[in-house]
């Protein structure tokens, strides 16, 4: 195994950095017009096809990453990763988000006993609960049928579930499965997005899921005692337990709050937040609204991508070749940031999903043995479903800042339409730009071209697009829940790798701690300053302005549920 000192100390690392000064004599319009190159760099497996062929690289620098990822120890990480150990150091867990989606068969060891059984028991369980409440067997405490659906929780526990929940609200199977349910998430501890999450509901049809591994995390709490007060007031306490489940390890917590412990659903520690929505964390809302055959789906689609990522060489590796493509763009290039650029409008949830699978992973500034690392690790991550994109920030990824783009296409659309005498479909219309953009970046447009065209002098810097920037492009066969379940493990696969090569914890997210406590010592002078009327003291004195004039500008606003709550 890798020693404590950092990659960059490596001769690998040391050949990339020396090879940015070959890859800046070159420009993407010349490296496209070699055909062995651009057919080396693509990738098919199971349907989907990656082309890279519009990164800022060459086979030559494909070498030097793979000769990286060697140094780097990479397939070893891997194999340590599917086999259990504990590579998340600093919280000594496993991490085995794998095991979540693995067959019912395979064996996944941790700390020496296979968790592969207990991860079927809760999907099984999850299977009765959900068939039981979707048949209408299992009733709200008036005796009607549970149609509607609230997720309770923040972060991991609503990014992934959100995400797969948008991507199959519009697929043809999904959607007949969904007919007369709804389910919403409420994350923000803001009691507007409780306001919005309850609006049109009746509380004697719906079902709150509450999502918290420890039933401690703040404004997960919050949301869980307000949603208990809307059920309660309207139906009285004893409603709770048929209108409120849990999904917890920390059962005693669950039953002190008033949903029956049977009616908590288990995931476990070596589960990370935002590797969870193949736990109960998202399995359970999903097979509420979906059913459990359209979820089961889903987990397999990510377990073929899982098999793949372990099994295949790193030439053919979805997974490894992004990560590596990354740590390029990122560490050798300088490029701080990434567009994710998704040509289908069932997929506008992926980026803010992405945004956290992968800057709270490889968002770090030491290594995993604690050392200050020499070079930037993680991404910037940001996009827009295509084509409303192209009308919000291409302009700067065209003419201003280099931002490497993933685009991202579907060939069969969910809801395809087809109007008479039009030149192309709605969906050809949608591709074409798919299409047409990572060409438009890599080629860019002379100063040359343009006074061809007759374009006044005095315009031509202005319409010049120096071109030379990176993309990739991922085109999928569909948008099925297989299909959605391939792309969130490619995704997820991706951030290991770079975070492996870059020698961190990709598993812990010690960063989110400090704003948490501090937020606690606010919590407490509020509650004394509403209280009992005490002054605002142990603050620097801008935060102490600001809280001051936060509890004098707010001292009259009502405090009664009632004024605030539907249906209350």
Known sequence: MASSALISDTQSWKDLRAHVEEINKTHLRDLLNHTDRCQSMMVEFDGILIDYSRQRATLDTLKKLFNLAEAAHVKEKIIRMFNGEHINSTENRPV????????????????????????????????????????????????????????????GSFLGPLFVHTALQTEAEASECARGRQLRFLANVDPIDVARNITGLNPETTLVVVVSKTFTTAETMLNARTMREWISSALGPQAVAKHMVAVSTN??????????????????????????????????????????????????????????????????????????????????????????????????????????????????????????????????????????????????????????????????????????????????????????????????????????????????????????????SILLPSLTAYNIGQLLAIYEHRVAVQGFVWGINSFDQWGVELGKSLATQVRKQLHASRKKGESVEGFNFSTKMLITRYLEASADVPSDPSTLLPNI
Not at 107 to 126: M, Q, T, Y
Not at 276 to 284: M, P
């Open 251 to 472: 059962l005693k917590l669950v039953e002190q709050f008033g949903i029956d412990p049977n009616n908590a659903f288990a995931f476990w520690d070596w589960v990370g937040g935002r590797f969870s929505v193949c736990s109960a964390v998202g399995v359970l809302p999903l097979s509420l609204q979906y059913g459990f055959s359209i979820v089961e789906k889903f987990l397999k689609g990510a377990s073929s991508v899982d098999q793949h990522f372990l099994s295949a060489p790193f030439e053919k590796n979805i997974p490894v070749l992004l990560g590596l493509l990354s740590v390029w763009n990122v560490s050798f290039l300088g490029y701080p940031a990434r567009a994710i650029l998704p040509y289908s409008q069932a997929l506008e949830k992926l980026a803010p999903h992405i945004q956290q699978v992968s800057m709270e992973s490889n968002g770090k500034g030491v290594s995993i043995d604690g050392v200050p690392l020499p070079y930037q690790t993680g991404e910037i991550d940001f996009g827009e479903p295509g084509t409303n994109g192209q009308h919000s920030f291409y302009q700067l990824i065209h003419q201003g800042r280099v931002i490497p783009c993933d685009f991202i296409g579907v060939v069969k659309s969910q809801q395809p339409i087809y109007l008479k005498d039009e030149v192309v479909n709605n969906h050809d219309e949608l591709m074409s730009n798919f299409f047409a953009q990572p060409d438009a970046l890599a080629y860019g447009k002379t100063p040359e071209q343009l006074r061809k065209e007759n374009i006044p002098e005095h315009l031509v810097s202005h319409k010049t697009f120096s071109g030379n920037r990176p993309s990739l």
């Open 96 to 155: 085995l988000h794998v095991a979540l989606r693995a067959p019912r068969d395979a064996v996944i060891n941790s700390d020496g006993k296979n968790v592969v059984p207990e991860v079927w028991h809760v999907l099984d369980k999850i299977r009765d609960f959900s068939e039981r409440v979707r048949s209408g067997s299992w009733v709200g405490a008036t005796g009607k049928a549970l149609k509607d659906v609230v997720a309770v929780g923040i972060g």
